[in-house]
């Protein structure tokens, strides 16, 4: 049986979906319509995970009650985070927007199952992490998907992470990985918004050491 075959056209529209993976923090109102939400997170579930375990965990927060209390956790993370910070790094950072919370229609929480069943312990038991690297690559195929229909993701990783997995109800032994945002973004750019607020600049070549 032959596989696919990818043409120099499609290659082209690839790196363009790179290039225009943004962590977005400004969204729109306007809901999701749940069969498209339905084929993200069926896609999310074609990563590839060690010993083909997938033990990724989603959890839907839809629930004012839920939404209202992660806001207050990023809130006091984030109060904490600023107080850390002096001068002129710290008039930097409190002008930064860090969340979507207060507008994106969808957010999930992604968490890591350490030590499922399925994949039978398959290269874990050298580098049990694996689990988690597992979930971090669910969450990065959900969102070039997400890109690919016009959606942008935030990732809010200003929270703690035994408070929202307190705060959610999951079993305890879950490792919280990421609270996402999802939603149609209020404006479209290819650069980073940190980049875009004189925050930090994105490097130009990745380093490769030969041994």
């Keep these: 049986m032959n596989g696919p075959v990818f043409d120099p056209a499609f290659r082209v529209q690839l790196a363009t979906l790179f290039g225009w993976r943004r962590d977005v923090r400004h969204f729109q109102t306007r809901p999701i319509p749940e069969p498209v939400l339905e084929r993200l997170l069926a ?38 985070a ?40 398959l290269g874990r038991r050298t580098m049990p992490e694996t689990t988690d690297y597992s979930a971090v690559l669910a969450l990065h195929t959900l969102w070039l998907a997400a890109r690919a229909e016009g959606i942008g993701l935030g990732w809010v990783s200003i929270l703690d992470p035994e408070r929202i997995t ?17 939603g149609w973004p209020d404006g479209e750019h290819d650069t980073p918004e940190l980049e875009r607020a004189g925050w930090e600049r994105r490097g130009v070549a990745v380093e490769i050491l030969e041994r």
């Design 43 to 80: 896609i999310a579930r074609l990563a590839p995970s060690v010993g083909l375990s997938e033990p990724w965990r989603l959890v839907r927060v839809r629930s004012d009650t839920g939404r209202a209390q992660v806001r207050q956790e990023f809130v006091r993370c984030n109060e904490a």
């Design 82 to 121: 600023l107080s850390a910070r002096d001068g002129s790094d710290a008039g930097r950072y409190a002008a930064l927007k860090l969340a979507g919370l207060d507008r994106a229609p969808c957010q999930l929480a992604v968490f890591a199952e350490p030590d499922p069943a399925q994949g039978r312990g």
């Design 166 to 182: 307190a705060l959610l109800d999951v079993p305890p032994a879950w490792h919280f990985i990421a609270y996402v945002c999802l």
